[in-house]
């Protein structure tokens, strides 16, 4: 039903880590996990910033309660310096 292909760099590396996500129809999707949801309002995030036509009904209270809700265990302060991040935007 649904591939995902993304990319990323650990912060100081050089060199972009490849996975892929496969969602089957067969898969049940009524939960997400807190890593997942926390990534939902990352990109949210994002498309805020770029204004983007795709954003739809998102708003900066969301961003910023989502990634609250959903922040899990944050043993590198990298979720936490993101909600900070996201609270300044959303006063500018």
């Not at 739809?56 to 310096?81: F, M, N, P, Q």
């Amino acid at each position: 039903m649904l591939t995902v292909n993304m990319r990323h760099k650990d912060p100081g590396a050089t060199i972009a880590k490849k996975f892929q996500l496969r969602l089957a129809r067969s898969e049940p999707s009524t939960k997400t996990s807190n890593d997942f949801t926390f990534a939902s309002s990352v990109l949210a995030y994002g498309m805020l910033l770029r204004k983007s036509e795709h954003s739809g009904d998102l708003t900066w209270e969301w961003v910023t309660k989502t990634a609250e809700s959903h922040g899990g265990d944050d043993k590198t302060a990298l979720r936490s310096g993101f909600i900070q991040l996201a609270k300044a935007a959303s006063q500018l």
